[in-house]
């Protein structure tokens, strides 16, 4: 019996020797060596153990390995490899800059960006540079993240030229836009057809369609994290560029070498003030009022201020601000009863973002490393139309209607990233927000001969309380075995009535050698807020509104598998399959739409469901003169309302059968370089009649004919297919002061008419199916300079 005890005693011993190994830690931060600024999810890997981490969002890394030797590598695209070989024989704190050698680092950091990729279990994830955002030829030569990522598997653009994203048979409200930490809940300008990011201010950009980790929550389909710039803290330096439509100038440097930096960012189209004068010129041709006006313009304001404490302290404040304002003016003057008259009529549409973070980064140990962020944000729409008539300078009537609607959001979270072994990464936290939610106010007043009458339309305020908790763990489970496991726990208070949901999340993955593995991944996410829009109107009509009695929080469940296969460590393939539903969607009722006065919010819904598969395919070239990618997608994306289509399924309306992307950037040289993309997807599915006949019909007491037309189902007619293809040349000249690039681009190069909508018309007395263009070929041109 003793025997037996003491070889139990021995057989343990030896099964767990390793873990009685002596362990240190290497800790630090990752920043570019040119402007101090911190790298995210660099690549931090010991080659001769095969142990690594990621430095996180603020440079951040920790990596406990056995004492022995260390051969150290940290590497990030764009960047030259830092190695190191040491002795590990304590706890090390080691800071790392990496120097944005282009040239040099094609060479070093080929392998280890390849083997990133393959070897994470992440999957579903898009990362694009900033400079390849830049390069890519885009509508008007402005660059726009939302575009370019709509040029990935898995993610479609709603309509011609639009910037929004429909990510895997999801909507745009479900799609958790973070701006620094903070949501972004309207990403577009112009209608729709430019996004809010300045891509002068940004550093880096992240999409994960599926696979969510548990530290994500509050949407159904993806998750947009965008960073900001933190400003350079070793010189001062600045960019700016004039293109069609815009200018935008950025200018960044040290408030206190090494310690302390800023940068300021702004960005504002002169669409109104180019137009005036032909505005003008046509209203006077066609003897319009007096004195008229019109015009459109939006701007971009960004800002940010980091300050470094210590070595284990360091806070940060981060400011957006954004706006669109279309507007017309006139006034109209004559004289009557030998009295000067005057009619003013005023037209407003005003729609736009506020957000701000003030964000605290303490190291509490070499393997615990926090962040604390206090949030606000808000989204407001408000239309404003007025008139006036005055008699001499008196006030005889006045009519004004105002409809004003929005959300508020003032939280915080706190966020710990701890490393307890070299086979573990464990993130945790909590967050919090308080939503006010404005669900449209319509206000209409008159004013008679000093008689004033005032009508309030307007739903209440409602006060939501939000919150979340969450904890994951990557672990590498076995050589081949890589799993990341985690619960994301969710509350939502609202009008005495709680909600609560338990999310699990799990993705894993599993090497087959060292150049391919397969990857596998379930989440469960539940969504609080809803966004209720108007198909039928063209504008940024957008209510965003909570969860009540009657309307339930959103839920999906998603599951994809996935194939990697690095080639030749410079070619990325990717395959991926998915399949997702979707419950308690919401949608306007046949007839109903936001404009309606009498009606509360709630009683103009339906409650359905939705699903939704597919798959992905993904051939991506990352280094050398030549980079880019082909993207394929088959998807199918379904809706179900009880009172719509008579309670039989449809088609989304964004449900796209097929679609392809091809993005390719050629650098002849230092001076010139070239993009191309081509696009084809299957046309958006549309409701339109397919029989018309004559009806009786009787009303008071008369009876008269009128045409009634037949509707197949909803949705059941599909548009022509969309292609388009765009080309760009950027020339570049270094000067005394810096550098200078002249774009010049061609947005749907070969004039394809691609239907923005259709409608029935008439030819020669016959009644026929019309199409409505938007783009033509469009030339545009814009000048960049840096220094």
């Known amino acids: 019996m003793k025997k037996l005890k003491l070889i139990c005693i021995i057989f343990i011993i030896s099964c767990n020797l390793g873990s009685f190994a002596q362990k240190y830690t290497i800790s630090g931060y990752v920043t570019d060596k040119t402007s101090g600024e911190q790298i995210y999810s660099a690549n931090v890997y010991d080659i001769r153990t095969k142990q690594g981490t990621t430095s996180n969002e603020y440079g951040y890394f920790s990596l406990t390995l056995n004492a022995d030797s260390v051969s150290l590598s940290v590497s990030f695209v764009g960047y030259a490899a830092f190695t190191s070989n040491l002795y590990l024989n304590s706890d090390l704190n080691l800071n790392i800059q990496l120097d944005p050698d282009m040239m ?31 390069a890519l030829p885009v509508l008007l030569g402005e660059a726009d993240v939302l575009k370019s990522l709509q040029l990935m598997p898995g993610v479609q653009s709603g309509s011609e030229g639009s910037s929004g994203l429909y990510v895997r048979g999801g909507g745009p409200d479900q799609n958790l836009i973070l701006l620094d930490g903070v949501p972004v809940y309207n990403a577009s300008h112009l209608f729709g057809f430019f996004s809010v990011f300045n891509t002068d201010a940004i550093s880096n950009v992240k999409l994960i369609k599926g696979g969510f980790p548990a530290r994500y929550g509050g949407r159904l389909s993806s998750v947009l994290d965008i960073r900001m710039k933190e400003g350079n803290l070793k010189k001062f330096s600045g960019e700016g560029s004039i293109g069609n439509i815009s200018s935008k100038f950025t200018f960044e440097g040290p408030i206190v070498k090494d310690k302390a930096s800023f940068i300021i960012s702004g960005r504002r189209t002169y669409i109104d003030i180019l137009a005036a004068p032909l505005i003008k010129i046509v209203n006077d041709a066609s003897g319009g009022p ?12 960004n800002a940010k201020i980091n300050y470094k404490i210590s070595d284990k302290d360091r806070v940060y404040l981060s400011f957006y601000a954004g706006k669109d304002k279309a507007y017309t003016r006139s006034k109209e003057t004559y004289v009557y009863n030998d009295t000067t008259n005057a009619e003013n009529v005023n037209f407003n549409l005003n729609w736009g973002n506020i ?48 409809y004003l609607s929005g959300i508020d959001n003032v939280g915080t979270n706190l966020d710990f990233d701890y490393s307890p072994l070299p086979k573990h990464s464990v993130k945790f936290g909590a967050n919090y927000l308080y939503h006010t939610f404005s669900p449209g106010g319509t206000t209409f007043s ?43 726990y969710s509350g939502f208070s609202v009008q005495k009535r709680f909600y609560q949901s338990v999310q699990p999340r799990v993705s894993a993955r599993f090497l087959i050698n060292e150049k391919m593995s397969l990857k596998a991944a379930y989440s469960h996410m539940s969504q609080y807020i809803h966004l209720l829009t108007n198909a039928s109107i063209g504008l940024p009509t957008d209510l965003w509104l909570p969860s009540t009695d009657s309307v339930q929080p959103e839920l999906s469940k998603q599951a994809a598998l996935g194939f ?113 993309t081509w696009v084809y997807g299957t046309g958006n599915a549309v409701t339109l009649g397919v029989a018309r006949y004559s009806g009786l019909s009787l009303e008071n007491y008369w009876s008269y004919y009128q045409a009634i037309e037949y509707f197949n189902g909803r949705n059941s007619y599909r548009m022509p297919s969309y292609h388009r293809l765009d080309l760009s040349i950027n020339l570049k000249k270094k000067t005394k002061w810096g550098n200078q690039t002249w774009s010049f681009g061609l947005y749907n190069a070969y004039s394809r008419q691609n239907p923005f909508y259709l409608y029935f018309g008439y030819d020669n007395s016959k009644r026929v199916l019309k199409q409505v263009s938007l783009f033509p070929i469009i030339p545009s041109v814009r000048y960049a300079f840096k220094f």
């Open 104 to 134: 040099l680092a094609e060479v070093i950091i080929l392998d280890k960006k390849s083997d990133e990729i393959v070897k994470s279990t992440q999957m579903s994830l898009i990362e694009m540079p900033i400079h390849q955002i830049k």
């Open 290 to 301: 007096g004195k008229f006006r019109a015009g459109y313009y939006f701007y971009d304001a």
């Open 355 to 402: 957000t701000s973070a003030l964000r605290w980064n303490h190291v509490f140990h070499k393997k615990l490393f926090a962040n604390l962020t206090a949030v606000y944000s808000k989204y407001e729409f408000e239309t404003i139309q007025k008139y006036q008539h005055l008699v001499g300078k008196r006030t005889e009537e006045e009519y004004l209607f105002n």
């Open 446 to 488: 008159m004013s008679y001969d000093q008689e004033n009458i005032t009508m309030d339309f307007s739903n209440k305020k409602i006060y939501a309380n939000e919150f979340y908790i969450y904890a994951e763990d990557s672990w590498d489970a076995t050589a081949l075995l890589k799993l990341n496991f985690g619960a994301h």
């Open 564 to 676: 990697v296969y690095n080639i030749n460590n410079n070619w990325d393939l990717s395959i991926e399959g998915y399949y997702k539903t979707l419950n308690n969607l919401i949608e306007y009722k046949e007839g109903a739409g936001f404009f309606q006065l009498a009606q509360n919010w709630e009683s103009k819904l339906e409650i359905g469901e939705g699903y939704a598969y597919g798959s992905e395919i993904l051939l991506r070239k990352n280094y050398g003169k030549l980079t880019g990618w082909l993207g394929y997608t088959l998807s199918w994306s379904w809706r179900k309302f009880e009172n719509i289509n008579f309670g039989n399924k449809f088609p989304y309306k964004y449900d796209r059968r097929h679609d392809v992307s091809l993005v390719l950037l050629y650098e002849f040289n230092e001076k010139v370089d070239m993009g191309l």
